[in-house]
């Protein structure tokens, strides 16, 4: 999987002149985060960490990963409407996850009281790592589905431009003009658009539901001004203005400020770290409105580990999508192995095999926003601690996928130049809107590739261990 610039990596005074072109270009695309320092101030900003070269990605492999994003769609909208699958699943997760818990909890009681909501929006990200197995040849692997505040689909609409910059400086002119245009941007934002529509009130506004720390303000700019260009109204409100100015009338319409809120679009709310109690009550607020959340907190619970695992199962995704055997198909061939760690027989097995053998494994607790998967000897000395606990439920294991490296220099603002050992992980964004029982709209709307120096077992862009890339189709 090598890409045509090997010769170019030990060329350093070539590598330090792109070096240079390509941060400037990076900050003048717009490729942009804030600060550590000041993470709610704009006028201290740099440049979010990227690859200096665009990252070879077999495209048979890309095709594929294009190909079953619809089927994944469609998928996380079966799960978010059955009841009885999710209560099922998460059993026993629910009994030692508090987290899991009380979205669970909140779930239960909006479907008592009744749906509010009509118009459904799903914006997922299904990523992917290319496993090298015994025979050598790549293969496509899930790795997992995010189900809510999928990020990057601002900034990654920008890089393209920065590396067929980089690729011309180089003397590559060719090889630039073969990187694919890529604007997640503006997908998720007609999906967006597509829902505020449905709902049916022009004068009601889209409510981007944003963290206290918001260093990660541009990427969801890309998308904001997407809609402000249609005409669409945007604020930004944390979960404490919702608990603070939020209401709903007789109708469960929800206002904020006096403004109607068509729109819910979290970015937020993904860890337990995200609530207290008073993010709680405002979360709950939100679930029982009329407006489209994306996701809806049935979605969100479509998104878990949990469920991943259990979708492995033999006969589960013809019960999920009745009728659709291509659809399964595609979506079965980029299953890794996937393993119960439920209390009995199988789950002791697996567990045993892991303590026993753990660089095959890697061991996944129900949390989004990477960094917090378990490998090796840290994976062992968890497991052996949990191994006879009902806590052990709260995790899956997952085969450790084993993908070939390639060389590239990570750039990242006050960071040393070296050259380093990466790995990739594709990304690709879906987008649909159900109305009713009816789907409106069902679309793949672009991709994002992260790449880390194998050292870093885990983590992403916002994690602060991967950075930005740009496919190069082999």
């Not at 769609?73 to 009885?84: F, R, T, Y």
């Not at 996850?97 to 799903?122: C, M, N, P, W």
């Not at 672009?446 to 790449?451: C, V």
């Amino acid at each position: 999987m090598a890409a045509p610039w090997e010769d170019v990596l030990r060329n350093k005074p070539a590598i330090q002149e792109a070096v240079t072109v390509a941060v400037d270009a990076a900050l003048l695309e717009g490729v942009l985060m804030r600060t550590e320092g000041e993470p709610n101030a704009s006028d201290v900003v740099n440049y979010a960490p990227f690859t200096l070269l665009p990252s070879a990605v077999p495209s048979a492999l890309f095709e594929q990963a294009y190909a079953v994003q619809q089927d994944f769609n469609l998928l996380v909208d079966a799960i978010s409407q059955n009841k009885e699958f999710l209560e099922h699943t998460l059993a026993s997760t629910i009994q030692v996850d508090d987290f899991t818990a009380q979205l669970f909890r909140i779930h239960k009681q909006v479907l008592e009281e009744g749906l509010a909501q009509s118009v459904f929006l799903g914006i997922n990200r299904s990523d992917y790592m290319f496993d090298c197995g015994v025979d050598g040849k790549p293969a496509l692997k899930q790795i997992e589905i995010n189900t809510i505040a999928a990020s990057f689909g601002g900034l990654t609409s920008r890089t393209v431009a920065v590396h067929r910059r980089v690729l011309k400086v180089l003397g590559k002119s060719e090889e630039a003009s073969r990187l694919l245009p890529n604007n997640p941007s503006k997908g998720l934002a007609l999906g967006i658009a597509k829902a505020w529509e449905l709902y049916g009130s022009q004068s009601a506004v889209v409510m981007f539901l944003v963290e206290e720390v918001q260093r990660n303000i541009f990427d969801q700019r890309c998308v904001e001004n997407e809609l402000w260009n249609r005409n669409i109204r945007v604020i930004r409100k944390r979960f404490r203005d919702v608990f603070e100015k939020g209401s709903l009338d007789y109708a469960k319409r929800l206002y904020m400020d006096g403004q109607e809120v068509a729109v819910v679009y979290y970015r937020e709310g993904y860890v337990p770290e995200n609530y207290n109690q008073q993010n709680w009550e405002a979360r709950l607020l939100l679930e029982r409105s009329r407006a489209v959340k994306c996701p809806d907190i049935a979605t969100q619970l479509a998104g878990t580990k949990k469920v991943q695992q259990e979708l492995s199962q033999p006969g589960m995704l013809e019960r999920l999508l009745p009728g659709r055997a291509e659809a399964v198909a595609r979506i079965r061939a980029t299953f890794a192995g996937l393993y119960s760690l439920d209390m009995g027989e199988e789950g002791d097995k697996i567990a045993a095999t892991a303590i026993a053998d753990p660089n095959r494994f890697v061991l996944k607790p129900q949390r989004e926003g990477g960094g917090n998967n378990l490998y090796g000897e840290e994976l062992r000395q968890v497991l052996e601690k949990i191994r006879d606990s009902p806590e052990r439920t709260s995790y899956i294991l997952m085969d450790k996928i084993k993908p070939q490296p390639s060389m590239n220099y990570l750039l990242r603002a006050h960071s040393p130049l070296e050259v380093s050992e990466c790995i990739s992980e594709l990304g690709i964004f879906g987008v649909y809107v159900r109305q009713g029982k009816e789907m409106v709209m069902n679309e793949a709307a672009g991709h994002l590739l992260r790449t880390k120096a194998i050292q870093h077992a885990d983590g992403g862009v916002a994690a602060g261990v991967a950075v930005l890339d740009t496919p190069y189709l082999v």
